[in-house]
């Protein structure tokens, strides 16, 4: 959320199923959000009007809460021919979704995916200065948990804030 406010986003959007984690984007800034605490119409709904208009939405979940999400956001759009970049990450809620090909042609709808063969390390890497250089100059905000690199086993099964993240050292 805060990257995506840092890159010029003009209304950011989160939605999930942890309340405590969206009450930390209210807090960091976030225009609005929406608790997934179901996949039902009413929800999908909300999450087509409070995110009818964003240009990129970063798809953790996948499944039955993006087939349902896709179609509402769409056609919630106040102009259905500007881009909407749907960035897959992740398939938590399901490795499938089924989307009518008419969703496809209703809109200028972009389906992407980002992972670790999307994504050439050469890019990576040639972005992690910008991002070493905003976190060094606090503009990105969070706790960090420093561990060790041989406590990696402990790190993986270790629950910590939703405002912190593991950081493994090398000493």
Do not use: C
């Amino acid at each position: 959320m805060q990257i995506a406010k840092l890159l010029g986003a003009d209304r950011v959007v989160g939605a999930g199923r942890s309340h405590e984690r969206l009450q930390l984007l209210k807090d960091l800034g976030a225009d609005a959000v929406v608790p997934l605490d179901g996949v039902d119409e009413e929800t999908a709904t909300t999450l087509g009007r409070e995110a009818g208009d964003v240009d990129v939405v970063i798809d953790y979940l996948w499944g039955q809460p993006t087939e349902h999400a896709i179609p509402e956001i769409l056609n919630a759009r106040t102009d259905r021919s500007k881009a909407l970049h749907w960035v897959q990450i992740g398939s938590v809620a399901g490795q499938e979704i089924s989307l009518p090909s008419a969703f496809l042609r209703a809109g200028n709808l972009n389906l992407l995916g980002s992972g670790q063969s999307s994504v050439g390390t050469h890019a990576i890497l040639t972005e992690l200065p910008a991002l070493a250089q905003e976190i060094s100059t606090g503009a990105l905000t969070g706790e960090s948990v420093a561990m060790v690199l041989r406590q990696v086993d402990e790190a993986w099964g270790m629950h910590v804030s939703p405002s912190q993240r593991i950081v493994l050292t090398n000493n």
